[in-house]
């Protein structure tokens, strides 16, 4: 008598995509179109424990002895049938020791010229009293930045505040300065600035442009839903600025795509209709939504109600964007094309971001943060510009990240795609940025369904639009 088979139902995930049974392998985030014979065997296995050989007896009329061994096989292979033998470890490595730093995202500004009323910068201060970033510490900064991942090919800095065009002398000669640095060694750098549009003039537009930034910017849609909370420190609405400054940035600004940062706070679920405002109103190539679920002031957080009404805009916007690229029409709806990109790579991430492996953001004293959210937090910083990066340190926090015992994302079938969620999320909600975020873990396993399906049916239907709108986004 062989081994008895069981199906290994943490690894494994069905979702229905028409007359197709599509399966999402978990471990590597890739996904199946399943065959009548995988079918067969999967449905065997979910009734009870089988062995090879009643399975070969089970299925014989259908298919031959050798079919069925080798499909079994491979299921072994896969991970998503066992015979007793003991699981691979999923994640591997459970102490970090490497940094592959590759991006330094440098707070330019604590000052802002607005004063949004989420803003969840918790080092955030009114123009006069904002603390700029010296030189020195920036330029400190990409040292570090080189010193500690002395090998990698590519770099990117990030201007980032408050408004980080209120310390444009600063962002104006660091662009020089890592210019002429990495030329020197033979490396690409990159710049991206995340902005609220307010300090643009057709100068600075075009110098941005000379040196192809990376743009975002901070636009909560149309008028009415912007100056809810975007408003100046006197307490007036922003839009009207905001508005004509952006679209002469649209009109000159040609090097790269530009996108919108949407933030979503209680009262504000128009999904669908902020991106219409954003993306066929005012024409930014791409749209982003950040729902605020554990900001420092919990009146703007959304409600669960709320919430649950974001997601079903959001699925409504991906409906959209389904029947769009269907028809090979791109219509810039950023969270679905990270979703699809994800699942099109089979991106597997033991850790949720970047934060703290390949990315560090320099407070204006030098201190090293996990990434800008953290910047004038309480939670402690990892070294700084001068020292270098505290690894023990920092190492052992993703450590912890990484160990997923006794918690819910051990066996979640999005574990290697969320990873536990946002670490500022965490941090904001439960005081300890290791903790899962488990207040939006049920909506999120929806999220990522209704990515599959929008992913099979683009794969089966047009799949040149992947080639050409999803592949090159990370070729840049």
Not at 128 to 155: C, F, Q, W
Not at 295 to 312: K, M, P
């Amino acid at each position: 008598m062989g081994a008895v088979l069981n199906l290994v139902e943490q690894n494994l995930h069905e979702v229905q995509v028409g007359e197709t049974r599509m399966l999402f392998h978990i471990p590597s985030s890739s996904l199946f179109a399943l065959d009548s014979l995988t079918s067969g065997i999967l449905d065997r296995l979910r009734s009870g424990s089988e062995t090879a050989e009643s399975l070969v007896s089970g299925l014989s009329s259908r298919f031959s002895a050798q079919e069925i061994t080798e499909t079994v096989r491979e299921l072994l292979a896969l991970e998503l049938v066992n015979d007793g033998r003991p699981l691979t470890d999923e994640i591997g490595v459970r102490q970090v020791d490497q940094f592959p730093l590759t991006t330094v995202v440098l707070n330019v500004n604590t000052g802002c010229n607005l004063s949004c009323t989420y803003c969840y910068k918790e080092d955030l201060d009114i123009p006069s009293a904002g603390r700029k970033m010296e030189l020195h510490t920036a330029i400190d900064s990409v040292e570090m930045l080189l010193r500690e991942s002395p090998n990698e090919d590519r770099y990117t800095v990030v201007f980032f505040g408050g408004e980080p065009l209120s310390n444009r002398s600063l962002i104006e000669a660091m662009v020089e300065y890592c210019e002429r640095r990495f030329a020197e060694l033979g490396k690409q750098v990159e710049f991206v600035m995340t902005t609220n549009a307010t300090l643009l003039t057709d100068e600075i537009i075009d110098w941005l442009n000379a040196h192809r930034f990376g743009l975002s910017v901070s636009m909560d849609g149309p008028k009415a839903i912007h100056d809810k909370n975007r408003i100046t420190v006197g307490g007036q609405g922003t839009y009207d600025v905001v508005r004509r400054k952006a679209l002469r940035l649209l009109e000159r600004y040609y090097s790269r795509p530009v996108g919108a940062r949407v933030t979503l706070t209680r009262g504000t679920t128009e999904v669908e209709r902020i991106w219409d405002h954003l993306f066929n109103e005012m024409g930014f190539s791409e749209v982003g939504f950040a729902p605020v679920t554990s900001g420092d002031i919990s009146s703007y957080n959304l409600t669960s109600e709320e919430l649950i009404e974001v997601f079903a805009g959001m699925k409504r916007l991906g409906q959209r964007y389904l029947e769009a690229a269907l028809e090979h029409r791109n219509i810039g709806f950023s969270n679905m094309h990270q979703l699809i990109t994800d699942l099109h790579e089979g991106h597997k991430k033991a850790l949720p971001c970047g934060a703290g492996l390949k990315m560090l953001a320099v407070d204006h004293e030098g201190g090293l943060n996990l990434c800008h959210r953290f910047t004038g937090s309480d939670m402690p910083t990892f070294g700084n510009v001068k020292s270098g990066v505290q690894q023990v340190e920092l190492g052992d926090f993703l450590s912890k990240r990484l160990d997923r015992t006794d918690t819910g994302c051990a066996s979640c079938r999005i574990r290697n795609l969320c990873s536990g969620g946002c670490y500022h999320e965490s941090y904001a909600r439960y005081g300890d940025p290791t903790h899962p975020t488990y207040h939006y873990c049920d909506l999120m396993r929806d999220w990522v369904d209704f990515g599959i399906e929008v992913y099979s049916r683009i794969m089966a239907a047009n799949p040149a639009f992947i080639d050409q709108f999803i592949s090159p986004r990370r070729a840049h």
